[in-house]
């Protein structure tokens, strides 16, 4: 759960964000029966309403940020009307840390092989085949911006940009853009520099071969969300950015005619 404990720090000392922790299912169903995303949109916590029109292009300061271990279930608060996108981080599976609430609401099966390919698929019992792996391949690929343990800080400062967070001590300015991404990848620098790195596996030793014979469609997720991290660099942009190329921003891009 480091990982977790980590992201969590950096989303409240370095951007002060309102975490919404739904750490059950029954937090998650709770939530479901208070309309809690409809809830914060009319309350202007979050979309449109929340926007501070002193901030350039779009930005925010105090995100409210909902955080929870049961994907599939939380995704369901959002609609049509609302939506929400995600972000997560990824580790070998060698390296797991299973949350709690997610051991007990699983099988035991879920647990013994291949528990990321399960869990994003939602088959959590019986043998796992090629349908199930790609399942969780577009979960990965299309929904969630990915974040790499191995990578904390830079995952963390690309997530920022790309929603539009304003760090603590940051102006959130056309003039202070740089000097702001400075103060918050300092701030998210200094709190997972203490975070564990992944182990290192000898691929030619027989706990190795008995680990990955197991785990084979995980470890093959895995090299997927590796490959949708480096994508990322070229699709998650700034915030800033994306309203400026929009036609959004306080200083859109105006294409020349012919361009």
Sequence with gaps: MACTFHVKEVLRK???ADLVELNTVEDVEKAKRLNL????????????????DSLYNGQRRKPLVITSPHIRETAELFSQDNFGRVFSFYRHPIDYDVDPGLKKKLPPEAGANNFLSRLLSDVHTG???FKELGIAKQVIRQTTIAGSRDLMAESLLRFSNYYGWVPVGGQGTKDSYESDDLIAKQCIEDIVKDAPGERYADHNSPEWKVFYKANKLDCQLYEIARSTWRAQIQTIIPLVLQKRRAGEGDDDEVKEDGE
Excluded at 37 to 52: F, K, P, Y
């Design 37 to 52: 995303v409809s809830t914060l949109v009319s309350q202007d916590r979050i979309g449109v309403g929340a926007l501070d």
């Design 14 to 16: 370095c951007f002060d």
């Design 127 to 129: 043998p796992l085949e």
